[in-house]
């Protein structure tokens, strides 16, 4: 009786321990969380560790101006045998006023639940923060080479291109 006990508890502790570390997580956040007036925030709504994200609906946002968005992302990673993985709605977002806002919860439906994230406060001024937008985007391989862009400077052009009076011939 004992025995069978003792492994009763060692698969309850270990199945606890299971779904602990597979809980979905939904959470917001901000970046950078103080801009000037004229200046851009990105806000990013990630559900982690669901198998399937149904919807995620994204806050109210009646003091900002979405410049881009939503766009998605998604990633997994695997460290000592955990798998976790994300997906993510980002939002290039500028500000309608100066002073302290809060950005509402979002909500989620994941796995057939409902999850809601955290809000988060942003502080606009009316003075430029320096703070520039560090955005995760990859460098695109076919920068510079668009179908009218100048393939050299003029300048060094010019060494090339034959004058009149250079060729043999032609005056």
């Excluded at 919807?55 to 997994?76: H, R």
């Excluded at 509402?104 to 409902?114: E, F, L, N, S, V």
């Excluded at 510079?144 to 060729?167: Q, S, T, V, W, Y």
Aim: proline share 6%; net charge positive.
């Amino acid at each position: 009786m004992q025995v069978s006990l003792q492994k009763l508890f060692l698969l309850l502790f270990l199945c606890c321990g299971f779904f602990a570390t597979a809980q979905v997580r939904f959470s917001t956040s901000i970046a950078p969380s103080v801009i000037g007036k004229n200046e851009f925030a990105q806000l990013k709504l990630t559900v982690e560790n669901a198998g399937e994200v149904q919807q995620i609906e994204p806050p109210v946002l009646k003091n900002f101006t979405v410049v881009s968005g939503p766009n998605q992302e998604s990633g997994m990673s695997m460290v000592n045998g955990n798998v976790k993985k994300y997906i993510a709605l980002s939002y290039i977002i500028k500000p309608n006023g100066i002073g302290d806002f809060i950005i509402p919860a979002a909500t989620a439906k994941a796995d057939g639940a409902i999850y809601k994230s955290n809000a988060v406060t942003i502080r606009v001024t009316s003075a430029s923060t320096g703070n520039t937008l560090q955005l995760n985007t990859p460098n695109n391989p076919f920068a510079g080479m668009g179908l009218f862009d100048d393939p050299m400077p003029r300048k060094a052009n010019r060494d090339f291109i034959l004058k009149k009076e250079k060729i043999p011939g032609i005056k």
